[in-house]
């Protein structure tokens, strides 16, 4: 069974800061997700990466997947207060078009 | 383009009674699954339909939940005699084969 865990699963930083959100998951998986959680909203993609060593950025985040180690990181540079949301990890079950396994979701708060 | 949309927005409904939530997917999308998000259990799968079949329902939580796909557009999520623990946001995603899923709205459903 495809199991997904993100740590923290809260975390309160100061504007300026720089954190890192991490995700394990169980099972081999090259396609690996991140989305966004607004409270009261949908969610919103922010990444997907495909292969090993898959690096992307948006502004002040950065995704990177490392699929050897079955993990990937959400790095957060700078931390400004539009920042503050929940944030999520998804895997795919079987690489594509298949239903994703969720983890908890990190609950950013970004305080001046 | 438009986006996912579902409907309806909010919907609240005492013990004992079934409801419907339908969910438009993005035009050509082939690919349509439901999940559910509640406090207590993050984000979970309920079913997938690629077209109109459903190769995975096995996140259904019991046979009071059903749902179709007709047109390889439109679903509907069916709940018969809803439970208390049914409240939860029920969201509807779509995407085309084998890349991103984009995510709707969501349904808030309350059970009385």
């Known amino acids: 069974e495809l199991k997904v865990e993100q740590n923290p699963l809260f975390l309160s930083m100061q504007e300026g800061k720089n954190y890192t959100i991490y995700c394990n998951y169980s099972?081999?998986?090259?396609?690996l997700y991140w989305y966004r959680q607004d409270p009261g909203k949908s969610l919103e993609s922010l990444f997907v990466?495909?292969?090993?060593?898959a690096v992307k950025q948006e502004g002040r985040l950065m995704a990177s997947l490392d699929t050897k180690a079955r993990l990937s990181t959400l790095h957060i540079t700078a931390a400004v207060h539009d920042l503050s949301a929940t944030y999520f990890c998804?895997?795919?079950?079987?690489?594509?078009?298949?239903?994703?396994?969720f983890g908890k979701g990190t609950r950013l708060s970004v305080i001046a | 383009g438009a986006g996912v949309s579902q409907s309806p927005s909010n919907k609240v409904t005492e013990k004992g009674k079934d409801v419907e939530l339908r969910c438009d997917p993005i035009?050509?999308?082939?690919?349509l699954y439901w999940y559910r998000q509640s406090l207590g259990q993050g984000l979970e799968f309920l079913i997938y339909?690629?077209?109109?079949?459903?190769?995975?329902k096995s996140g259904l939580p019991s046979d009071r939940f059903s749902a179709e796909r007709t047109g390889g557009s439109v679903s509907t999520l069916t709940i018969q005699r809803t439970q208390q623990e049914d409240s939860a946001v029920y969201l509807c995603?779509?995407?085309?084969?084998?890349?991103?899923?984009?995510f709707g709205p969501g349904t808030r459903l309350t059970v009385l």
């Open positions: 035009s050509g999308h082939t690919a």
């Open positions: 995603a779509s995407s085309p084969p084998g890349t991103l899923q984009y």
């Open positions: 990466l495909l292969s090993n060593g």
């Open positions: 339909f690629q077209g109109n079949s459903a190769p995975d």
């Open positions: 998804a895997v795919d079950r079987n690489s594509g078009n298949t239903p994703l396994v």
């Open positions: 099972t081999t998986s090259d396609r």
